[in-house]
Every structure is written in structure tokens, then in C-alpha cells.
């Protein structure tokens, strides 16, 4: 009991070097080494089971973008408490956002009884980029691919946002240059119906939207090479028109904003 006490403080503490390994991070091996030098002799499975046991997990650590404002996130997030509550019922509550993706393909896991499964690839870095609104509330989203991505583009999106519902639109969306243009807010002037709200500066993960991208990586596109931009534009079409509501609704959640962590 108390070298399971002591074994969670090191994981906790996280600094092998100080004990002697030449490794960032510990891993089930180093952490086994450390235990048969003091005299308990186990499997690597064995430790993979006790660090479960005890509510760790081996996962792939995030971005925290350190130039983020903290005191501007709580302010936004507030804020659409806000918004949730005395906006919501009067118009659509969007958050959009651009994703860019590559013919050549991008890795991904897979269940194979191969060693190392591979992917042909000619190594093209042509790429396709989509414009995409989520409607958490509902379970909607709307999706544009093109080649290219500018100020006349997001023009072209918010007029298909527009066309697609009678009811005032309020969009989150981050501050890309493309999304905060003279042509861009003259456009808005014109269309009263449709708002645009700012995220705070580094903040992806305050957007519901982030999560519809690595969903479509991981269920569409990745270990796949595609032949020419066509060919990817028409895949991400079919794709994102067909993306049942309840998917939309459970990845793209308010949750990341609401409940962060």
C-alpha cells in the first residue's frame, strides 16, 4: 500500500529525470524498471493495471494556447450564459470555423492484424478547405468546400447561412483576419439577420465546432489519400450533409464552453 502511495505521487510529480531516467514522461516500462530496483518484481501489464485501478489513463496531451487570456474566457463564457438565456429563444445560436485538409493523408489509428499498417501516398499537399456553422441546439450544420479561403468566401458562407432559415443568426466565430474585413462587416450592414460574435483571443477550445473537425478526421478522412481536390471536396460534401442531428448535437455539445475540462 504505500509503494502504490508512492508510485502515484511519482506519476503525479511527472519528473523521471530526477530519478535516474533519461525520459520526459514515464511510461509503464521505466515505471516497471523503478519498481524492480526496489526489490517487486512485475509485468508491465500488471503496472498498466494498477495505474488503472487507481483512475489514471495514458492519453494524448492537448494544446493550452499560453497567450490566452484567462479573465477574458470567464468573461465569454459568462457572457453566453447570457445569451443562452435571453437570446436563444429569439434566434439560432451558431458557431463557425475553417478546417483545412490535405490529399496526402493524414494518419490515423486503426484495428489491424498487421505490425504497421501503411498508407500509398504520392505525398501531395494540395488542399480543400471547409467553412462550417454548427447549431449545437438543434443538431444542424451547414458546410462550404472550396480550394481557397478569404474574405469573399466567408461572404459566400454567411449568405448560404442566411438562406437556409427565416430567423435572426448570432455566429460565434474566432478573429481571422477573413472574418473581420471592411467587405465583410459592409456585408452585415446589408444583412441585419445575421450577428457576429467574437471568441476570445486562443481560445479553439471555447468553440463547439473544434470537436465537428476531429470527428470528421478520425470517422472520414484519415489514412486516406485522396486523387485531386475534386475528389476530397465531394467526399467532405456528402459528408457533413449527411451527419445525422443527434451526432451534430453529442460532438459539437455546449459542453466545452459550459462544462470546459
Known sequence: EKTKRKLTKLIDEDKPRKHGFNVAHWDCRELRIWLVRRGFFVSQETVRR?????????????YELARANKAEQARFVSGFK?????????????????MNAKLHPKQGYVWTRKKKPTVATHDSHKRVYTAAAVIPATGRDIAQTTNKFNQHEFIRFLRLLLSGTRKRITLFVDGMRAHNTPKV?????????????????????????????????????????????????????????????????????????????
Open 50 to 62: 494498477a495505474l488503472i485501478e487507481n483512475r489514471f489513463r495514458y492519453v494524448k496531451t492537448g
Open 185 to 261: 462587416k459592409q456585408f452585415l450592414q446589408q444583412n441585419k439577420r445575421i450577428k457576429l460574435k467574437f471568441l476570445p483571443k486562443y481560445s479553439p477550445q471555447l468553440n463547439p465546432v473544434e470537436h465537428l473537425w476531429a470527428y470528421t478526421r478520425q470517422k472520414r478522412i484519415n489514412n486516406i489519400e485522396f486523387k485531386n481536390q475534386h475528389s476530397l471536396r465531394t467526399t467532405l460534401r456528402h459528408w457533413f450533409n449527411n451527419t445525422p442531428p443527434n451526432i451534430i448535437k453529442r460532438v459539437c455539445s455546449y459542453n466545452c464552453i459550459l462544462k470546459p475540462g
Open 82 to 98: 447570457r445569451v443562452l438565456r435571453y437570446v436563444a429563444p429569439k434566434t439560432l445560436i451558431a458557431f463557425a470555423d475553417e
